[in-house]
C-alpha cells in the first residue's frame, strides 16, 4: 500500500495539481496536505465520515497555523527583495532553507494524517468524494473542482 507521503509527491507532480493546488489555496483556504489526503482516499476508495473530517481538521490545526503557515509566508517573503535590501544569494540559500523546512513540516504532517486516519474507521464505497465534499464545502470553483478530480 503507497504511503500518503508518497502520494502525494506523485499526485502533486502531475500536469496542472501544483498550480490549481497553490490557486485554491490562496484563493479559497484549501489546506493542500488535507487535500492531498482526501485525494489519497478516494483513491482508495474510501469516505471518511464528515464528523471525522472535522475532527481531523481541529487535530492538524496547530501544525498548519504555528509551523507551515509562518515557513510558507517566509518562503514567499524572501523570493523578492525587502525594502532596501539587495536580494543576493544569501537572501536566496536562507529562502531554500526555509523550503526545506516547510516541506519536512508538510512531510511530517502528512504522516500524522496518515496516522490519524489509521485510527478511525473508514466506510469502504465505490464512489468516494471526500475531496469534492471538502472543496464544494470551502466554494472551490467547478473548473479547479474538476481539474483535481480527473488528473
Given at each position: 500500500m503507497q504511503s500518503l507521503w508518497d502520494f502525494a509527491l506523485e499526485y502533486y507532480a502531475r500536469p496542472k495539481v501544483a498550480d490549481t493546488c497553490v490557486v485554491v489555496q490562496d484563493t479559497y483556504g484549501v489546506n493542500v496536505c488535507l487535500l492531498l489526503a482526501l485525494c489519497w482516499l478516494?483513491?482508495?476508495?474510501?469516505?471518511?465520515?464528515?464528523?471525522?473530517?472535522?475532527a481531523l481538521q481541529v487535530h492538524i490545526g496547530a501544525w498548519m497555523n504555528d509551523v507551515i503557515k509562518p515557513l510558507r509566508y517566509l518562503r514567499r517573503v524572501t523570493k523578492t527583495p525587502i525594502a532596501s535590501l539587495i536580494q543576493d544569494d544569501l537572501q536566496t540559500q536562507i529562502r531554500t532553507h526555509i523550503k526545506q523546512a516547510e516541506l519536512l513540516a508538510e512531510k511530517k504532517?502528512?504522516?500524522?494524517?496518515?496516522?490519524?486516519l489509521s485510527?478511525?474507521?473508514?466506510?469502504?464505497?465505490?464512489?468516494?468524494a471526500n475531496a469534492k465534499a471538502y472543496l464544494t464545502e470551502l466554494g472551490v470553483a467547478a473548473t479547479a473542482l474538476d481539474l483535481l478530480q480527473h488528473v
Open positions: 478516494d483513491e482508495r476508495n474510501l469516505a471518511l465520515d464528515e464528523q471525522y473530517l472535522e504532517l502528512l504522516q500524522e494524517i496518515e496516522r490519524w485510527r478511525f474507521p473508514l466506510v469502504a464505497t465505490e464512489s468516494p
